[in-house]
């Protein structure tokens, strides 16, 4: 078989037929015989301490398993990063909807109302339900510190450029909490024994994650601790830290029956209950010239991250390291703190702190652009990264990237100028609507930041099945994104063989090693990369036994495979992370090289702001993004379009309200997201340049066009109103309040 018949091709997905015909099983289609189900009782206040539970009358309570934080054997907690997010609460509760004991019972439809007979008695505590209230938060009174996490980066000489800048142009932009509404709710089964030890199975992003969490809390050996996915219906961050949350509940509550446990959420606990993306606040002042140079900046990011730290460190790293957009600064300090407040814990989500950082940033060169009367994209090209620049953190771009080329291109499908100037002349007279025209250029690092790759060693391998098959073993999951279907591909194409050849094996922790977690938009660059060399090394196993020769064709592969394992009872090859070489960082100073390799993209959008109603319409979508080497253009297409509809969601619809801690519209009915109605014609393109060290050129893709699509709008929305908005989401009722306000006038300093 020739070369590249496989890679860059819209092959059909893994699991796609499973799916269409009805087969593929997720968490709440599985049983088990005698299996209970269960449920939580949560806390109705967001900060206290719990004086006791009463259990009410009317509910046969000698039928039930009951699980309070006495019942954990091993640590109260979920190990993520610090330690900190407890399984069950014990003394005190932190946040509403903090999960405080368990029920289970053969009969789940009498599962809702034991919960609602279990009183438990609290006394309230002053809570903490902003980032300003947490500033402000005297660690000496609440015996506590407010600060979860910090971080400094700084290049140049930032305190010499105010005397230097002709202007001086400050901002300040905010964003808030996003639910990630993935398709299936949270769910896990959990079956236990002393001989055979703990298996849960369910709807997650991260096997090996949940494995920890549960030997820490369980007290049980590593292998005595089993964790697999099951078919999973969407995840966007939210089952990256959440199931090893609900699959703690379902162990203990197994553990303490003897008889397997499913708890399912439904849709009302997993919008209240789970984690969110970070709301934030982000501050520029930035020193430039009359001309537009950039010469420096400072940065403050203030992130809130709820009642409990989870992963709001590495959150707060992506959007530190993004702040600075993809332009090239000369003099830069970027300060960020995680907040901690008395709202459910905030954790990851598709993009994982770049989009905040990114929407302030290209917000501020727009506000930029009109104080110093220069185009925008003009701004932006006098300052964009090229290769020899150094990014924010110190790293020198050794990519051949074109920025200037990228936005051309943008610019040129969106037919900008054109549309900038006619809807500029057709607003003059317009009294019911108005149209706008706005565009962002951003960049995503591809891959864990800094020394993340390092630290977690991932380890990938492929074997063969005694039909000769050939087997991915990963523990990247398939939630919809296309892993399954991708690193079959990249096999397919090393070894030469047909891509129905190759399979994938079973995302569960006895069977596949640990190939680090499905996030960071490092599937396919990194896991991808090592089942390359993985597939490498298993042909050339069958190349030295002389059971196989070069050229060989999918027949004369699975016949060599069979005939190797029947002599030899195995084959399998396994690859171990390499970090490319030149890549060196410093966790102390924040400086070097952040990421292997970024992807890069401008993306436009046109808008129509009725007049009347004050509701914004996204009309037309351009996104153009240089992203490696397209593996699976089909897939590739379908992440740049779900991620641009989940932007417009973030940027016009979604907003959580907030009662008190408790969420008050975790419903789809009250919790608005856009429809297909909602969505505009989405126009997708893509640059590729292949990066050396990813598989068949590719670098990440999935987080990156949730970063473009809501500073785009918002300027955009500028652009037809002649006002400013910096906040996101941006309902009708915010365009209203600020249009019926004088325009205050932007602090601008000339020196």
């Not at 900190?84 to 005190?92: H, I, K, M, S, Y």
């Not at 050996?221 to 219906?233: D, L, M, N, S, Y």
């Not at 790293?317 to 300090?333: K, L």
């Not at 997708?684 to 809501?710: S, T």
Request: proline share 5%; hydrophobic share 40%.
């Amino acid at each position: 078989m020739g070369q590249e018949k496989i890679v860059g091709k819209p092959m059909l997905r893994k699991e796609g037929v499973a799916k269409v015909c009805g087969r593929a099983r997720y968490i709440d289609d599985m049983t088990m015989p005698g299996m209970l189900h269960g449920a939580t009782v949560r806390s109705s206040i967001a900060r206290g301490k719990i004086l006791g539970v009463e259990f009410g009358a009317g509910i046969p309570w000698d039928e039930f398993v009951i699980v309070t934080a006495t019942d954990i054997p091993g640590a109260n907690e979920i190990a993520m990063i610090n330690h900190d997010w407890p399984c069950l609460a014990g003394e005190v509760v932190n946040h509403a909807e903090e999960a405080i004991l368990l029920l289970a019972h053969p009969d789940r439809h009498l599962l809702p109302k034991a919960v609602a007979a279990v009183h438990v008695s609290c006394e309230e505590w002053p809570a903490v339900f902003s980032i300003e209230e947490s500033e402000r938060r005297d660690p000496v009174v609440w015996g506590e510190d407010n600060v979860f996490k910090s971080f400094l980066m700084e290049k140049g000489d930032v305190d010499a450029v105010w005397t230097l800048a002709d202007r001086v142009v400050e901002g300040e932009y905010t964003t808030g909490a996003q639910e990630h509404l993935y398709i299936e709710n949270n769910g896990a089964i959990a079956v236990y024994s002393a001989e055979d030890g703990l298996t849960v199975w369910g709807s997650l992003q991260c096997p090996f994650y949940v494995h920890k969490s549960l030997v820490k809390m369980t007290g049980l050996a590593e292998e005595k601790v089993r964790i697999v996915q099951v078919e999973t219906g969407g995840a966007f961050g939210g089952k990256e830290d959440y199931p090893s949350m609900i699959g703690a509940h379902a162990a203990l509550l197994a553990m303490k029956s003897g008889k397997p446990v499913k708890i399912v959420y439904d849709r009302a606990e997993d919008m209240a209950a789970t984690t969110k993306r970070h709301p934030s606040r982000v501050r520029h002042r930035t020193a430039v010239t009359r001309d537009g140079k950039l010469l420096g900046a400072e940065i403050e990011i203030a992130l809130d991250g709820g009642a409990y730290s989870t992963l709001s460190s590495t959150v707060l790293s992506r959007a530190t390291i993004h702040a600075g957009g993809p332009y090239y600064w000369p003099n830069i300090r970027v300060r960020s703190k995680a907040f901690a407040t008395n709202y459910p814990p905030y954790g990851a989500f598709r993009g994982f702190g770049a989009p905040q950082s990114l929407f302030a940033i290209e917000r501020h060169m727009d506000h930029i652009a009109e104080e110093l009367g220069i185009a925008p994209d003009e701004l932006r090209r006098r300052n964009f990264l090229k290769p020899g620049l150094e990014t924010a953190t110190g790293q020198e771009i050794r990519e051949e990237i074109d920025l200037d080329h990228l936005m051309g291109r943008a610019l040129a499908e969106a037919d900008y100028h054109h549309k900038r100037e006619r809807f500029a002349r057709e607003n003059a007279g317009a009294e019911s609507k108005k149209k706008g025209i706005g565009f962002a250029a951003f960049l995503h690092g591809s891959g864990f930041t800094g020394s993340g790759e390092k630290y977690l060693n991932s380890l990938a391998a492929m074997d063969v099945t005694s039909e000769g098959k050939a087997r991915v073993l990963v523990s990247s999951t398939e939630f919809g994104q296309g892993t399954n279907t991708i690193l079959c591909q990249i096999a397919a194409e090393t070894l030469g063989i047909d891509f129905d050849a190759v399979e994938m094996g079973p995302p569960d922790t006895s069977v596949v090693p640990n190939t680090g977690p499905t996030v960071a938009s490092r599937t396919s660059m990194v896991v991808g990369k090592l089942v390359h060399s993985a597939a490498v090394g298993l042909k050339k196993t069958l190349l030295a036994s002389s059971l196989l020769g070069e050229g060989c064709s999918t027949e004369e592969f699975v016949m060599a495979a069979r005939t190797y394992v029947a002599q030899h009872g195995a084959l399998r090859s396994e690859s171990r992370y390499e970090a490319p070489p030149g890549v060196h960082w410093d966790d102390q100073l924040y400086r070097g090289e952040a990421y292997a390799a970024y992807a890069w993209a401008v993306y436009v959008a046109e808008v129509t702001v009725d007049q009347t109603t004050w509701g914004v319409t996204v009309d037309d979508f351009v996104a153009v993004q240089e992203v490696g080497r397209v593996l699976n253009p089909m897939l590739a297409t379908g992440q740049i379009e779900g991620g641009v509809a989940q932007g417009i969601g973030w940027a016009l619809y979604e907003k959580v309200m907030w009662n008190r801690g408790r969420m008050g519209n975790n419903q789809m009915t009250n919790y608005i997201i856009p429809t297909s109605q909602d969505i505009p014609p989405i126009r997708v393109f893509f640059e590729e340049r292949p990066f050396g060290h990813g598989a068949y050129g590719a670098k990440g893709i999935g987080e990156l066009p949730m970063d473009g699509p809501a500073p785009a709008i918002l300027n955009a929305i500028a652009h037809a109103t002649g006002r400013q908005f910096d906040s996101v989401p941006l309902l009708p009722e915010d365009i209203f309040r600020q249009m019926a306000v004088r325009e205050p006038e932007r602090e601008v300093v000339t020196l």
